[in-house]
């Protein structure tokens, strides 16, 4: 089993562009949450999905929408891209919202 | 609001030293805390969490309701413990919630 995995890599965008990011979760888990993480900080959460909903969401603006397909893995996108939301995007996996476990993330860079 | 604070950003010690690496929470109630690690170029994994009372890697962890606090601790630190740590507690207090970060400790064991 290789985890959580997590594509792309890197990816660098320009203001006002859209951009998707993939993470498809640790085998047997059913549960995806993401989060960033700005340089020197801890992760934040974004929001979490469970049966293909958003079940809980974290402080972060409409621009922010993801979905989880029936495989369990998940999308997460971003529109109108500011320079802020430059960071590292973390997706992380769990069994009915126990234990998460972390992919290698997205480092994501606006221009 | 339920917040962790991590109050070192930089925790810097000698092979061999005890270390302690500090972690308060504000919840109200019994909360499930955890301890992530992430070594240079590897991805965030949990290193213990409060409910299973394991030792890992050397480390403990107790909670001290009274002080809510949840400090890390090794006796004897090695020079591949350096790494980030975050404390981490779920939103709801237990598990099942979004994980709320602290901002981590960046610790560095000397030789």
């Known amino acids: 089993d290789a985890g959580v995995t997590q594509s792309p890599t890197h990816l660098i965008k320009t203001r006002g562009q859209q951009v998707t990011l993939r993470c498809s979760p640790k085998?047997?888990?059913?549960?995806v949450s993401w989060y960033q993480q700005a340089l020197g900080q801890g992760p934040q959460f974004i929001f979490q999905y469970y049966e293909e909903e958003e079940r809980q969401r974290g402080n972060f603006p409409d621009r922010f929408s993801g979905h989880q397909f029936p495989n369990y893995s998940s999308e997460l996108n971003v529109n109108a891209l500011l320079l802020g939301d430059s960071a590292l995007y973390l997706c992380a996996s769990s069994f009915v919202g126990d234990t998460q476990y972390f992919g290698p993330g997205t480092r994501l860079t606006v221009l | 609001a339920q917040r962790v604070t991590q109050p070192e950003k930089l925790l810097s010690v000698f092979k061999g030293a005890p270390v302690e690496l500090k972690c308060n929470y504000s919840y109200s109630g019994s909360p499930e805390l955890f301890w992530y690690v992430q070594y240079s170029r590897q991805r965030l994994q949990l290193l213990l969490r409060?409910?299973s009372r394991e030792s890992i890697k050397g480390f403990t962890a107790d909670l001290n309701k009274g002080e809510t606090s949840f400090h890390l601790k090794k006796p004897f630190a090695q020079e591949e413990d350096s790494a980030m740590y975050y404390c981490a507690l779920p939103s709801y207090g237990g598990s099942q919630g979004n994980l709320i970060f602290g901002k981590g400790t960046k610790l560095s064991v000397k030789p």
């Open positions: 085998s047997g888990h059913d549960t």
């Open positions: 409060h409910i």
